[in-house]
């Protein structure tokens, strides 16, 4: 059984960088992609990138110029870093592991979500 | 980016009654279409993957169907528990979507 836990510093002054880490038990990370997606307060899911277990990651394009998601294969962790935060960077983030099918690919274990406050 | 569409965005609903959710994307995605329950505090469950595909210990009042554009998910009789918001996601292209969810309250 899989499961994810994330932790994080939860609040945050603007334009300083939000930094979060989800380990990773009793799976390995082969065959998976690893993924942050966050939720506004009140509002939906917004998927914020991945990293394989190469090492290569994927961003979406909102946020690519502030998001570097990366590995530690050696303590079966991967990591959220977002420079500049704003405001609107408010939201609970979470980890999750993206299983890919044979026909299809999707989010199978999350993390229990980390609250992160920008606020001066 | 591939949009994804829900409808409705709420719906009251009684227990025992059928609901139907629907999902349109902006472009053909084949079976790369997901569906997740929330709850409130709670992270987002995987209840209907590829589609039509049922998650591992989810009820079988829960089925999906649907390919390329449309697809639906259904509960076929709504239970107590079901009471949530419920999000569909393509995972055909990058970035992934989701949509922008369906509340299911008590009518």
């Known amino acids: 059984q899989v499961q994810l836990q994330q932790w994080g510093a939860g609040l945050l002054k603007p334009s300083e960088t939000l930094s979060l880490t989800c380990a990773v038990y009793?799976?390995?990370?082969?065959?998976?992609?690893w993924s942050w997606i966050r939720q506004p307060p009140g509002k939906g899911l917004e998927w914020i990138g991945e990293?394989?277990?190469?090492?290569?990651?994927n961003y979406n394009p909102s946020l690519k110029s502030r998001v570097t998601i990366s590995l530690d294969t050696s303590k079966n962790q991967f990591s959220l870093k977002l420079s500049s935060v704003t405001a609107a960077d408010t939201a609970v983030y979470y980890c999750a592991r993206g299983f890919r099918g044979r026909t299809s690919s999707w989010y199978d274990y999350w993390g229990q979500g980390t609250l992160v406050t920008v606020s001066s | 980016d591939i949009q994804v569409t829900q409808s409705p965005s709420s719906l009251s609903a009684s227990v025992g009654d059928r609901v139907t959710i629907t999902c349109r994307a902006s472009?053909?995605?084949?079976?790369?279409l997901n569906w997740y329950q929330q709850k409130p505090g709670k992270a987002p469950k995987l209840l209907i993957y590829a589609a039509y595909s049922s998650q591992s210990g989810v009820p079988s009042r829960f089925s999906g169907s649907g390919s390329g554009t449309d697809f639906t998910l259904t509960i076929s009789s709504l239970q107590p528990e079901d009471f949530a918001t419920y999000y569909c996601?393509?995972?055909?292209?990058?970035?992934?979507?989701f949509g922008q969810g369906t509340r299911v309250e008590v009518k």
């Open positions: 009793g799976g390995s990370f082969s065959g998976s992609y």
């Open positions: 990293v394989n277990q190469s090492g290569s990651s």
């Open positions: 996601q393509q995972s055909h292209s990058s970035p992934r979507t």
């Open positions: 472009q053909t995605i084949g079976i790369y």
